[in-house]
């Protein structure tokens, strides 16, 4: 496609995601009030300007986005990349999944996850509801919709934010940096992979790179190997593990990247996963860490991730709002890079030192 259209393809193809996506918190949230009033939870309304400045930010987000790709930080065909089908064909089950959310909030229930699993090999932060969501992680019907629901949620921005992380890395890996042919492949881990999206932006931007990715879940590692293996290229390593205790030796990896994590962890967890991202990496090996805003970074949306925390079920993200991460970076052990925010994400760059 020609550069001018295809952009223009981009642009409209993200304004489309971010109509739909606001068509349906809309709808959910009147169908929500008539069906189950009882479970609608008082939000805060929005300071003036909230919405424009959301705006904002997601036309910067788009643009760097595109500017990244045409840069060749990754294949521009990635921007229109996704599972679609699977996502129209699953589409009507995030409605026919409603009533049982609506029961679980208007009980308060957020412990109700499925009889088989085994609740001893999972921490106790993690056997719950994130979300809201039906099964929390531990179900293929989970797994099935998790994406689509995240897309939603970020009105058809969370790719364009897991994305963020690939330039910085690209950057900060000297080999790859100094145009010099690396030895042997890169080795990256992407700590809580889920269905692997990030992994999908990792395998577009480091086509020869060994690719590892661990979960807690299941069912979202046989959700993402579903999804990688229809990429081109070495099939990534899953591992079912928790991102505390990940079973690979000292000094392995090149890269550590975590994606939408951190706000869901207990503060303690939060920083052993850091001091396990730093025994992993080699010396000079980088960690990208991605997650949501904070106050402290964007002011403007405080409201916003209020209002996040009220509505999904988020036990940890009241925590994570007022946690200084580049203190657990620091205390793990790191030398921190700078920072960037993009949207509604904020980004973490830190060096094992060498
Ligand atoms: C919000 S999702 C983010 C998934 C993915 N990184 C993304 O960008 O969509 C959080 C993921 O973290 C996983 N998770 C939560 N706590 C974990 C832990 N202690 N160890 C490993 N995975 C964990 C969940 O199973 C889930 O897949």
């Known amino acids: 496609m020609v550069a001018p259209l295809a952009k223009l393809t981009y642009q409209a193809l993200q304004k489309g995601k971010g109509v739909f996506s606001l068509a349906h918190k809309e709808i959910s949230l009147r169908l929500l009030k008539t069906m189950a009033p009882d479970a609608v939870v008082k939000t805060l309304p929005l300071k003036p300007g909230t919405t424009q400045a959301l705006h904002d930010a997601m036309d910067v987000l788009l643009e760097r986005d595109w500017q990244d790709g045409e840069d060749g930080i990754y294949p521009t065909d990635l921007l229109f990349s996704g599972p679609w089908k699977d996502w129209a064909a699953r589409y009507p089950l ?12 208007r009980r308060r229930d957020f412990q109700d996850l499925p009889k088989t699993i085994n609740r001893r090999h999972y921490p106790a932060y993690y056997l719950r509801n994130f979300h809201n969501q039906t099964d929390g992680y531990l179900s293929d019907h989970s797994a099935a919709l998790y994406d689509l629901q995240v897309e939603i949620l970020f009105n058809g921005a969370a790719d364009p934010m897991r994305r963020r992380l690939l330039r910085p890395l690209k950057e900060a890996l000297p080999l790859l940096g100094g145009g010099e042919a690396p030895p042997r492949p890169l080795r990256i881990l992407d700590l809580a992979t889920g269905t692997g999206r990030t992994m999908h932006q990792l395998r577009a931007a480091f086509p020869a790179a060994q690719l590892v990715g661990c979960d807690l879940s299941e069912a979202y590692l046989r959700q993402a ?31 550590v990247t975590c994606v ?23 010396p000079g090996g980088v960690l990208a860490v991605l997650d949501s805003v904070q106050p402290r970074d964007s002011p403007q949306f405080k409201v916003l991730s209020e209002n996040f925390r009220r509505v999904y079920h988020e036990p940890f993200y009241g925590d994570y ?3 200084a991460i580049e203190t657990h970076l620091e205390q793990a052990g790191f030398a921190l890079l700078p920072s960037e925010t993009h949207f509604l994400s904020r980004l973490w760059l830190a060096r094992k030192p060498a």
């Open 94 to 105: 995030l409605w026919l999944d409603s009533p049982a959310t609506w029961d679980r909030l």
């Open 225 to 255: 190997g579903r999804w990688l293996a229809e990429q081109p290229g070495e099939l990534p390593q899953l591992v079912q593990a928790n991102v505390e205790a990940v079973p690979f030796v000292d000094n392995w990896f090149d890269a």
């Open 260 to 282: 939408f994590l951190l706000h869901e962890l207990p503060r303690p967890a939060r920083a052993n996963c850091m001091k396990e991202a730093f025994r992993l990496l080699k």
């Open 321 to 323: 709002m007022a946690d």
